[in-house]
């Protein structure tokens, strides 16, 4: 995900809209398969600097922290930044180099504003640390790992036996 900045540097103040549609997977390294990004980015330049804000929409293939079954993780966030225009081309520089200097030191130089480990960074924070397929997820048995979500098991024991007592004294009761 880049962006072409020279027309957005010769008019200044005026906002450019972009929309990139990913697949997570082919962006970056660390998602997994099947994951989607769906960016809305609007560019415009100051003297100095190059504005950003948007939005994104990601699906990202994840484990629930509960159940350990895989499922698609929904995230969504805005961003806004201002980017530090600098002069020079740093010598041997690469895209993946830019995109890190974008990231981590909020530069940018040259004619490509590149977004990709700035998004990547968005998206990673975005995740919780302890994902859920759903809020009141089961999760899985300590005693036997069978998930919950789907049938009980017999580690219920302890449920079953306070039943029975309760059986008992409604037994004595009757009598
Ligand atoms: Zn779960
Ligand atoms: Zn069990």
């Known amino acids: 995900m880049y962006i072409y900045l020279p027309e957005v540097k010769q008019?200044?103040?005026e906002a450019f809209d972009y929309l990139f549609e990913e697949k997570l997977a082919e962006s970056f390294d660390d998602f997994s398969e099947g994951g989607t990004l769906t960016l809305q980015v609007s560019v415009s330049s100051s003297a100095d600097k190059v504005l950003i804000n948007g939005s994104f929409n990601a699906a990202v293939q994840?484990?629930?922290?509960r159940?350990?079954?895989?499922?698609?993780?929904?995230?969504?966030?805005?961003?806004?930044e201002a980017f530090n225009v600098l002069k020079e081309v740093p010598a041997g520089s690469t895209p993946d180099s830019l995109a890190a200097e974008t990231a981590n030191m909020h530069t940018v130089v040259?004619?490509?504003?590149?977004?990709?480990e700035y998004i990547r960074q968005l998206i990673i924070l975005a995740q919780e640390y302890?994902?859920?397929?759903?809020?009141?997820?089961k999760g899985i048995c300590a005693g036997c790992g069978t998930d919950l979500n789907n049938s009980s098991c017999s580690c219920?024991?302890?449920d079953e036996a306070i039943d029975i007592r309760l059986l008992k004294l409604k037994e004595l009761k009757q009598r």
């Open 11 to 13: 008019k200044k103040g």
């Open 130 to 137: 302890s994902p859920l397929c759903k809020p009141d997820c």
């Open 62 to 65: 994840t484990v629930c922290s």
């Open 67 to 80: 159940c350990l079954e895989n499922f698609d993780y929904h995230l969504k966030a805005d961003f806004t």
């Open 110 to 116: 040259g004619d490509y504003l590149y977004l990709d």
């Open 156 to 158: 219920n024991m302890d």
